[in-house]
């Protein structure tokens, strides 16, 4: 993985901003909001161990979270960690990890190679 990875994305302030390095619990808060919101129900009828099918979410469903989600964490992710979890749960943990293993991120912006 580079640090292009997981770039950060412009701030968005009405967003929660980016999840700070290692911090799952904050980035499930932003995943469930993300999913309640996209579903159309409140966070409470969000079961971050529930798996993402049971709530009927599909391949197309999905990649339009994936980018719901980087704006609200304020960052971009490689795009295999959204296919490879079944739950919140699991998909907080994997970016805590990833946050952690790219403690100083690229900003986002065009590409300067010569």
């Known amino acids: 993985m580079t640090e292009s990875d997981l770039s950060p994305l412009p701030a968005d302030k009405s967003r929660t901003g980016p ?12 995943l ?5 919101t996209f579903l159309g129900t409140s ?3 969000i079961d971050p161990r529930r798996p993402l099918a049971e709530y009927g979410i599909d391949s197309v469903d ?3 979270l994936v980018l719901e989600i980087e704006e609200r964490l304020g960052r ?3 795009p295999g960690i959204f296919f490879d979890v079944d739950t919140l749960d699991q ?3 994997r970016i805590s ?4 293993s790219n ?3 690229a900003p986002a912006g065009p590409s300067t190679s010569t």
């Open 19 to 30: 999840v700070g390095l290692g911090d799952a619990t904050r980035a499930l808060a932003a």
């Open 32 to 36: 469930v909001e993300t999913l309640a």
């Open 43 to 45: 966070a409470d009828a």
């Open 62 to 64: 999905l990649l339009t």
């Open 76 to 78: 971009k992710y490689p």
């Open 91 to 93: 998909l907080a943990e």
């Open 97 to 100: 990890l990833l946050n952690d």
């Open 103 to 105: 403690k100083a991120p």
